[in-house]
């Protein structure tokens, strides 16, 4: 963090109108997704969930070190076509068009995650058409029980994926189709999920399930594909996911189910690339109403939705700038609780509620870590028309690429 805050700073002193920048942290984000890769089973594979940060520079990070991409939409598709013309991609998502589905078999889409019937149906005929066999996973939604009531896309009614009722219509279905190969079963059930026992008692379900799935219906089960859902605690940074102890036990989940021969895929987004990126702004006013301070930043939840989408109070650090340029005093609050919001005109527009900080001028930096992820990406950019933050990758030590 060191060095951003240095870069931050040489930003500072080099422009005279306030800060506002997205800053990612490139040398950090290749080493972290290096680390967090090699510590996965054999038989286990890494994605990346693009839609958590689909920009060029973070799609070319983490390349060399994942075994593909997981996309959403044939955009999503382009995009990772745009980084590698052969890199494996795996295609979920809601409500595929027809183009969507006839352009990701043209893109040679490595697996086709299948969200309903209706959808199994118009990819076979597609296929068919285009004289193509292709692979697919079907998505389930399990109906549980489940080892905790904090799922989020299955377990309960969602728009995701197949009814685990209709698991035999889906997989009879999708084995009746000369168009289509039934490789396995999609499970991509919870969101942020900072506890790895739990995360295990999880991936056990989807083991046992799709194991008898292939017994029963009688076809070899290539792949399971466990989702993302890997967890980032926003409330503390230090206490994160245990991923060795997740990958520790992981290993032994699959001995014991003797799963070494299925090829096991994770697609994570948020785990990967959160911690790289910074959203740097700039004090521009401090004020009281109703005896409650508030600090208004350069900027707001139309360049950084996340906390307001997840109800958070989003960590951050303050970076001090000394440079004044008013003939008037500086206004200062210290040792006091503070809410920090942004330049929309929407009391929604708040970063952090009633957060404690040591001293806040006009003229300092809020630096809020770990924006890496469903940031820029998930925010309505033009709400207000303001300006839009500079994007910045801090390639190497020092070097900035603007
Ligand atoms: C969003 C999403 C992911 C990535 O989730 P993270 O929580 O960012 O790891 C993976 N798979 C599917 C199907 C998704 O929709």
């Not at 951003?4 to 040398?27: F, G, H, M, Q, T």
């Not at 809601?94 to 118009?122: W, Y």
């Not at 740097?280 to 989408?309: C, M, N, W």
């Not at 997840?310 to 951050?316: A, E, G, I, K, M």
Request: proline residues 4%; contains cysteine; glycine residues 6%.
């Amino acid at each position: 963090m060191e060095k951003v805050i240095k870069a931050i700073k040489r930003l500072k002193e080099e422009k005279n109108e306030p800060l506002c920048s997205y800053l990612y942290d490139l040398v950090h984000l290749r080493k972290h997704v290096e680390q967090v890769t090699g510590m996965l089973p054999e038989n286990c594979r890494m994605y990346y969930a693009m839609k958590a940060n689909s920009e060029k520079e973070i799609l070319e990070t983490v390349y060399p070190f994942i075994e593909g991409f997981e996309v959403a939409s044939i955009g999503e598709v382009k995009k990772a076509r745009a980084v590698s013309p052969t890199v494996p991609v795996i295609f979920g998502g809601p409500g595929k068009t027809d183009d969507e589905l006839a352009g990701g078999i043209l893109e040679n889409v490595q697996l086709f995650h299948v969200e309903s019937m209706q959808e199994l149906k118009r990819l076979a005929i597609i296929a068919e058409q285009l004289d193509k066999k292709v692979s697919v996973l079907l998505r389930m939604n399990l109906r549980g029980p489940f080892p905790s009531a904090t799922l989020h896309m299955a377990g309960r009614p969602t728009q995701f994926g197949i009814d685990e009722a209709q698991a035999e219509e889906a997989i009879q279905l999708a084995l009746s189709c000369p168009s289509l190969q039934l490789e396995g079963f999609h499970f991509h059930s919870i969101s942020n999920n900072l506890n790895h026992k739990r995360h295990i008692e999880l991936i056990n379900i989807y083991f046992e399930k799709a194991k008898d799935w292939s017994q029963k219906y009688d076809f070899p089960l290539a792949y399971i594909n466990v989702g993302g859902g890997i967890g980032v605690n926003f409330s503390d940074l230090h206490q994160s996911f245990h991923w060795d102890g997740f990958t520790d036990e992981l290993q032994r989940l699959i001995v014991q189910e003797n799963m070494q021969d299925v090829t096991i895929i994770f697609e994570c987004g948020r785990f990967l690339t959160s911690s790289c990126g910074y959203y740097a702004v700039e004090i521009i006013d401090i004020k009281e109403t109703h005896s409650k301070a508030f600090a208004v930043i350069r900027g707001g939840t139309q360049h950084f939705r996340l906390p307001v989408s997840w109800q958070h109070n989003h960590p951050f650090t303050i970076i001090p700038i000394e440079k004044w340029r008013y003939p008037f005093e500086r206004k200062a609050v210290g040792s006091q609780e503070i809410t920090i919001v942004g330049q929309l005109c929407t009391p929604k527009d708040v970063f952090a509620k009633d957060v404690m900080i040591e001293e806040l001028r006009i003229g300092d930096i809020i630096m809020f870590l770990y924006t890496g992820a469903y940031s820029w990406s998930i925010s309505h950019h033009d709400f207000l028309s303001h300006p839009h933050p500079q994007q910045l990758f801090l390639q190497e030590e020092s070097v900035l690429k603007v």
